[in-house]
């Protein structure tokens, strides 16, 4: 089965570096019909995967692939954990992705960028999957990070639009601020565990569960709530919730399919995913999962609210995923992990499904996006 995983994370960064460094060559039909066989590679492999660990009864997976750096006091490493839920989620990366591919052909046919984008949304492909296939925090960040710079680079895809320029260096700052939070941390995990593998982690939970620990003279918080607080802040960050929120409504600037892509389906549920994954340590805190219920409760009502208020059609898809990443969110935050996870699943598929046809709806009416102007 590891080859299969090996298959699942390679086949579309071998197609993303075809298209990017040999599209001059391979032209435009070649540069999506690789990057389409790279995606189909990877989505039949999570399909495998996901029948094998579901149906076929396979024991979890839990593996190192090398050795990336030692030292005398750590080793870190990238490997792959493979259980029912890195399975749903390869399955929805790689499934909504092959879709996106295959309808960019359409939406992007006059574009001179034409193969640098097949490039790039490979490239994010990959990213994800790292990212949901990780065993250590380590690989998690690199994941978290390269999905980040990918999103960069398409949600400012038309970087002759001013506006498109303000849109992909706000969600770069925003993004920075929750990163931060998140590396922090990470950080604390490793000093106080001596490892980022995760099951070394969760297997060293409950020594760290009295620990507390003074930054201001006098107040004493808990360990575990401090550390759960801090990776909640890159999933806010990453996930859009308030207030970090306010790069998401701006990311439209990126042609269609990335909103599809990234901003409803696959990136902005990479949060979700991490807490959900990290559960046993957000167990052990009151505090955070308070905490994460009442962002995840504000943030569902009032982006919900300000999406009635929009014309341009596709932030009001912004603002419906937003309110909709908050309900997870509030999931999340009474423990409901598996419902949280439902919903993530099936509004992948149905807030891509509305972002392409509002690019359809756009391309038919000329590029015009105010919802103002369309109908009769």
Do not use: C
């Not at 250590?136 to 895809?157: D, K, R, T």
């Amino acid at each position: 089965m590891e080859k299969v995983y090996l298959a699942v994370v390679l086949a579309p960064l071998i197609a993303s570096i075809i298209a990017g460094l040999f599209g001059r060559q391979i032209g435009r039909s070649g540069a999506h019909w690789v990057t389409i066989i790279g995606v189909a590679i990877a989505l039949a492999a999570s399909l495998y995967a996901f029948y094998m660990h579901v149906f076929g009864g396979l024991a979890t997976f839990d593996g190192t692939v090398y050795t990336w750096m030692a030292s005398d006091l750590f080793e870190f490493n990238i490997g792959f954990l493979v259980d029912n839920l890195t399975v749903m989620m390869m399955v929805v990366v790689t499934a909504v992705s092959l879709m996106v591919h295959i309808y960019t052909i359409g939406y992007m046919h006059d574009d001179p960028g034409y193969q640098r984008f097949f490039s790039y949304i490979s490239l994010f492909t990959f990213s994800m999957l790292m990212l949901v296939m990780s065993n250590n925090l380590l690989q998690l960040f690199f994941g978290w990070e390269a999905v980040g710079l990918v999103s960069y680079l398409l949600i400012g895809f038309w970087y002759k639009r001013e506006s498109a320029i303000f849109a992909n260096l706000k969600a770069f700052l925003v993004n920075r601020v929750g990163d931060f939070g998140f590396l922090l941390g990470i950080a604390a995990i490793l000093a106080y565990t001596d490892s980022l593998h995760y099951a070394t982690v969760f297997e060293r939970l409950p020594e760290l569960a009295d620990i507390t620990v003074e930054y201001w003279p006098g107040v004493e918080w808990s360990l575990i709530s401090v550390i759960a607080i801090l990776l909640f802040i890159g999933a806010m960050g990453k996930s859009a919730q308030v207030p970090l929120h306010v790069w998401l409504p701006d990311s439209m600037e990126g042609p269609t399919p990335i909103s599809a892509l990234i901003h409803a389906a696959t990136m902005v549920t990479a949060g979700i995913f991490m807490v959900a994954r990290f559960s046993p340590l957000f167990e052990l805190s009151d505090a955070a999962l308070s905490f994460i219920l009442v962002i995840g409760a504000v943030t569902a009502i009032f982006m919900g609210l300000l999406g009635i208020v929009q014309h341009d059609i596709k932030r009001v898809i912004a603002y419906s995923t937003l309110s909709q990443l908050g309900f997870m969110t509030a999931a999340l935050g009474v423990s409901a992990y598996s419902p949280a996870l439902f919903h993530l699943m099936t509004h992948a598929f149905f807030k891509a499904l509305l972002f392409l046809a509002a690019g359809s709806v756009i391309i038919a009416l000329h590029h015009e996006q105010d919802m103002r102007k369309m109908g009769g």
